[in-house]
């Protein structure tokens, strides 16, 4: 290590002499007898340190090695689980832990496990407020609702409740959505939604809204209810539309036709109600009194209209509005003829052809029609709209039509849900020239509002069912996770556990390649100029895990020692791997090849030697290195304290030289001058 100094150069301008030189000449010399040996002394210190850093994490590498194989089952297990021979499909996949036991198994998956979900109503604007006041619980957790929460607020509301749902807006175009709630885990348990005040859970389409139950759909109202004394007709609303319902005389039929032709969605439900069948009036949204009518909320009272189930909505599409060609409203009896479309003539006439076409809520088609004749009314064309032979009344998936109040044609899907229910109408008039009627829009759109159900994975194995909430199942057969993909009731698999053979023989593998990489190490420093040359603790060390090689388990009775099962020192002091021999001893008896590399066997004593050289504060590593670091740190402080007393020899040498510099200059000013007198004074004399 080389000093500097700050201090100023030494002229030598009176003595001709280079006294910077002589400074740093004499500074070196002592520099290389004083502080040159101690800074050797650090360097070859932090190499020992290094040696032992790396001996260190050679060691840890062949201690993790044996930690691996000396546990039972140490190479693992394989699982082979076939494809489906009738589908070809992955039914499950399996795998196999350390714990598992080698045997052969029947699996047959008969149900997937599911996250439920539930999809509200669209909304035409999510960020705009929903009016909406009260609540609505979600797997019992309250959520209450302000008049000026938007959709994303309640979604928000929803998310921090910590209900086991994750709410979400799903975009439907533009600043359209609705908020469907997902749960967090699968199974049967699902999500309960229990509506509050306000029906808000209704007014966000989860939930439909339905009357107690009554014993007939088509007698009246009242008397299917078995009500003596019944409420005076009166005005309901039902979401966003208002009818009139007169319990006396009209059914639950009728005035669920009554919704559908307002533009609502209503149906009538059957159940099974002890050993008689009951019928329920089911809509859409939510049921509420009209504030104008004061008879309202008897009627609703009467029929018992409640929070209902998530069931499906039907979808529902819409002609434009007719009249007559007096312009006033069309109602059944409107004539046909001169019938007017959003105020336009349809210039129909007696002998013209209505085309009805379309697609049912499955997407077949309906193609047919209706000759006008001179009698033929609104009435008419919806009846042949219904027909049961041809019409969207025919087919597996059914819809019906009702003229509305507004005089608008509405087609409702028989069946809840997706629907692909469309209806144009067109006309062909006698002389060859056509005009339309319209195209239909829709209305309402068919959707679930259960779009997933909850359910739990239902399995068999070996003849036993095996019902859970996940897909994943680590508990149906010891030590092994059956991933389920496909159910396919019916298809038995075979599920093969063995032991894996070369996962035992790469793990053996690996404790060699530790051991013999310790052992490359040790030759390394045997190198007359290697760090650790000559060093007895270093050996010490190696010995311990030569020892641990040699230990025996003698409750074995064929495997007893590393040479039986192929592992053997070569002259060299490394360890050679017969992977032969190895299998042979693994597949004629695995218990005691598990059992030599077991805790009381080679891994276990690797891993203790292992532990006792590298122990913290005690092994020979670590107490080598805090050696090591001690000494430094002395060293260190001898070498500070030696460089500066060099610098304050070298701060001395300059004051010196100075010194003797400043008297020589003072020495030949002296001469100068006196030089200068005897010439002055030999120049008098001449």
Sequence with gaps: MSTSSSSPNISGAASGLQWNDIVDTTIKALEARTVTPITDRISLRNKQKDAWTKLQGLVDTLNSS?????????????????????????????TASN????????????QLADTAKFGGASVSDTTAARNLTG???????????????????????????????????VSEGGTAGRLVLTANSSGASGITLTDGTGGVARELGFLDSRSKPVSSATAAAAAALGLSLYPQPASIRVGNITITADLATESIASIAAKINAAGGSASVESEQYGNETRFRLVTDGNVTADPGDSGSQAVIDALGMAAGQA???????????????????????????????????????????????????????????????????????????????????????????????????????????????SLSLSVTHADGTSASLGTSTTAIAGRSRELQTGRDAVLV?????????????????????????????????????????????????????????????????????????????????????????????????????????????????????????????????????????????????FVTAADDVTRFGEGAIS???????????????????????????????????????????????????????VAGLQGGQN
Aim: no cysteine; net charge neutral; aromatic share 6%.
């Design 311 to 421: 069931g499906a909505v039907r979808q529902t599409v819409q002609s434009g509005a007719f009249t007559s060609s007096a312009d006033a409203t069309a109602t059944g009896a409107t004539s046909l003829v001169g019938l007017k479309l959003d105020g336009a003539s349809s210039g129909l006439a007696a002998g013209d052809a209505i085309n009805i076409r379309g697609t049912r809520g499955d997407g077949t088609a309906v193609t047919y029609g209706l000759v006008v004749q001179p009698g033929d009314t609104m009435q008419t064309l919806v009846d042949r709209i219904n027909d049961a032979t041809s019409g969207f009344g025919s087919g597996t998936r059914p819809a019906t039509a009702a003229l509305g109040p507004d005089g608008r044609i509405r087609l409702t899907d028989g069946t809840g849900g997706a629907s692909r229910l």
């Design 135 to 169: 609540g609505f619980s979600v797997n019992g957790q309250a959520i209450t609702v302000a008049a000026t929460d938007t959709l994303a607020d309640i979604r928000d509301k929803v998310n921090a409740a910590g209900a086991g749902v994750t709410a979400t807006i």
């Design 461 to 605: 194995v070996d003849g036993q069912q095996v019902v859970r909430t996940t897909n994943t199942i680590t508990d149906a057969i010891a030590g092994v996770t059956l991933s389920l993909q496909s159910a396919e009731v019916g298809t038995t698999l075979d599920l093969t556990v063995d032991r894996d053979t070369k996962g035992a023989v790469d793990a053996t593998k690996k404790v060699v390649d530790a051991y013999n990489a310790i052992r490359t190490f040790f030759d390394e420093q045997r190198q007359q100029d290697a760090p650790l040359y000559a060093d007895s603790s270093l050996r010490r060390v190696v010995n311990s895990f030569t020892e641990a090689l040699r230990t025996t388990v003698g409750t074995n009775g064929t495997y007893t020692n590393a040479v039986n099962v192929g592992l053997v020192l070569d002259r060299d002091g490394k360890l050679t791997f017969n992977e032969k021999t190895f299998t042979d001893a693994y597949a004629a008896k695995p218990s005691e090849v598990e059992s030599l590399f077991g805790t009381t066997g080679l891994g276990g004593a």
């Design 99 to 110: 714990t598992a036991v080698a045997g052969r198994y029947r699996v047959e998956v008969q």
């Design 66 to 94: 044996a930690f691996a194989v000396r546990r039972a089952g140490f190479g693992g297990f394989s699982a082979t689980m076939p494809t489906s021979p009738v589908s070809g499909r992955s039914l499950v996949t399996a």
């Design 623 to 677: 107490t080598n290195i805090n050696n090591i670091l001690q000494n430094v740190y002395s060293l260190k402080g001898r070498e500070s304290d030696a460089l500066k007393r060099l610098e304050e020899r070298r701060l001395q040498l300059v004051l010196q030289y100075t010194r003797m510099e400043e008297a020589l200059g003072r020495l030949q000013q002296q001469s100068s001058a006196l030089i200068s007198s």
